[in-house]
């Protein structure tokens, strides 16, 4: 890989990774975000709602929200020399009277080796 190409970063939620050394750890990491249920995301949603089933408004920034705190846990990990995470879970929790919905995603930073 070139100097401008990233390595992959391994991301599990196990606290050991199969084939690997953890050869030391860095500490915790954690990526968030937070989102605001918008006027058009509340009315699709209060439709949907109506007639039972999924709720694919909310189902669409939920998954860009995971994804964005996951993309952000990893840029902390590699600013603190980490190669992969290790332990990680996902957290979500409601703030401003339920206005807005913080996704967080956290785990051990660790650099390994291949055994």
């Known amino acids: 890989m070139g100097a401008n190409e990233k390595q992959p970063m391994i991301v599990v939620t196990t606290p050991t990774v199969a084939g690997y050394e953890i050869v030391k750890v860095l500490g915790t990491v954690h990526g ?8 058009g995301g509340k009315f699709i949603a209060g439709i949907e709602s109506a007639f039972g089933g999924e709720v694919t408004a909310y189902t669409s920034e939920c998954e860009k929200a995971r994804k964005e705190s996951l993309n952000r846990m990893i ?41």
């Open 75 to 115: 840029e902390n990990a590699r600013k603190m020399g980490a190669n992969a995470i290790i332990g990680v879970d996902f957290e979500t929790s409601e703030i401003l009277q339920s206005a807005a919905t913080v996704f967080s995603a956290y785990g051990t930073a660790v650099v390994v080796k291949a055994i």
């Open 32 to 39: 968030l975000t937070v989102r605001t249920r918008g006027l």
